[in-house]
């Protein structure tokens, strides 16, 4: 499986740093409310907040220290599936929710984004540690 593509987002050295593992939030398809109600809301978490509902609530089955953050908009119910790291706030998806249940498909690739996620950040810290060591 080839590793993923991570896009990082630091605003300040105060925040944790908000890393993309798949997804955006941008116009379309968020409207500019809804973009701007996820931003607010990411950024409480990069700053440490913990969120519980109704704007977030843990996806156990994704993994431990998975969450839902859920953003109302004009035409649809987005969520954003994240992980949170120690160093930074990891966005594994961004959707559409049309159901009371997450899907199960949903659920599964977050899984599998997460774990290739950590994979890749142990293989870093190892080869940094070799790397110092050298």
């Given at each position: 499986?080839?590793?993923?593509?991570?896009?990082?987002?630091?605003?300040?050295?105060?925040?944790?740093?908000?890393i993309f593992v798949n997804g955006s939030i941008k116009s379309p398809p968020f409207t500019k409310e809804g973009r701007i109600e996820?931003?607010?809301l990411?950024?409480?978490?990069?700053?440490?907040?913990?969120?519980?509902?109704?704007?977030?609530?843990?996806?156990?089955?994704?993994?431990?220290k998975?969450?839902?953050?859920?953003?109302?908009?004009e035409e649809h119910n987005w969520r954003i599936m994240y992980y949170l790291d120690t160093t930074a706030v990891v966005v594994l998806d961004v959707f559409p929710k049309a159901t009371r249940k997450t899907p199960k498909a949903v659920i599964d690739k977050?899984?599998?984004?997460?774990?290739?996620?950590?994979?890749?950040?142990r293989a870093a810290e190892q080869a940094s540690l070799k790397k110092k060591g050298d």
């Open positions: 499986m080839p590793n993923l593509t991570y896009r990082t987002l630091v605003e300040t050295p105060s925040r944790k740093p908000l996820a931003g607010r990411l950024r409480r978490l990069q700053e440490g907040e913990s969120l519980g509902m109704p704007h977030s609530r843990p996806m156990r089955d994704v993994g431990p998975c969450h839902e953050l859920r953003v109302a908009d977050c899984a599998r984004r997460l774990a290739t996620y950590l994979d890749d950040k």
